[in-house]
């Protein structure tokens, strides 16, 4: 099989937090993004650490993530038309993870021809029961895989909302933003301040959000510094695959 080319692979921890408090499971990468073509196949590996006294066991099981009026929902293998799911493929079917071992699983997967999915999750779904306190929980972990076979990854965006400087509250900016291409995206903003002669008073970076097809999202964040009094030009720009985005807005401070 021909190996999904992986355009970035972040590895990051997904946690859960463990029972009684006593540490953390973890789940690594958290997030692998990849890109290639219909029929090529990718095998991830995800490693599962327990750092809590507790002993976990886990089923493996892949879910297609897609979007439906604007939020992300979860689908069973195979529900979906051109499921990526369906041909995920573990190393294993389950796993039991002791107090303070690390367990390493792998997940191929192939993309189907002409799919319109782009995402799913490799779920670590619990089947046992521990003691958090007096209540039992089982505890779940999950890493997302997208897809992108194309540079189709468009952001359309609602007007900028202001939430003006106040005595309690810095400036912050929101806006509605939506991915209207076929591809995802990981939008990455900053917000800067100009004043009335435009120039540049401050920015603050805006924390980076992942947007699938179709799925839509209130983005924005706060100023991190404070206003003389005066009016300002907001500026909002966000860059997602190698395109820029930009809102502004005028402001007063008293």
Do not use: W
Request: hydrophobic share 40%; charged share 20%; aromatic share 6%.
């Amino acid at each position: 099989m021909r190996k999904l080319l992986v355009l970035f692979f972040i590895v990051c921890a997904a946690s859960a937090a463990s029972a009684a408090e006593s540490g953390t499971l973890s789940l690594s990468p958290a997030v692998v993004m990849l890109r290639g073509e219909h029929g090529q196949s990718t095998t991830q590996t995800l490693t599962l650490i327990n750092g809590t006294t507790h002993a976990f066991s886990f089923d493996l099981v892949a879910q297609d993530v897609t979007v439906r009026d604007g939020k992300r929902v979860f689908a069973d293998a195979g529900t979906l038309p051109g499921s990526i799911a369906a041909t995920a493929v573990f190393s294993q079917k389950e796993v039991h993870v002791q107090p303070g071992e690390r367990v390493v699983v792998t997940i191929t997967v192939t993309l189907p021809p002409a799919t319109e999915q782009r995402a799913i999750v490799g779920l670590f779904r619990g089947t046992n029961k521990v003691m958090s306190g007096h209540v039992p929980m089982t505890a779940s972990l999950g890493a997302l895989l997208t897809f992108a076979t194309s540079d189709d990854a468009t952001m359309t965006t609602a007007e900028l909302k202001l939430r003006p400087q106040s005595p309690t509250e810095n400036l912050a900016v929101s806006h509605a933003c939506t991915n209207s291409g076929r591809e995802p995206l990981v939008a990455k903003g900053v917000l800067a301040i100009l004043d009335a002669s435009g120039s540049l008073v401050g920015r603050s970076a805006l924390q980076p959000y992942r947007l699938l097809p179709g799925e839509s999202a209130e983005l924005g964040g706060e100023y991190a510094g404070e206003l003389d009094p005066g009016k300002y030009r907001v500026l909002v720009t966000y860059d997602y695959e190698g395109k820029t985005l930009t809102k502004s807005a005028e402001v007063t401070v008293e």
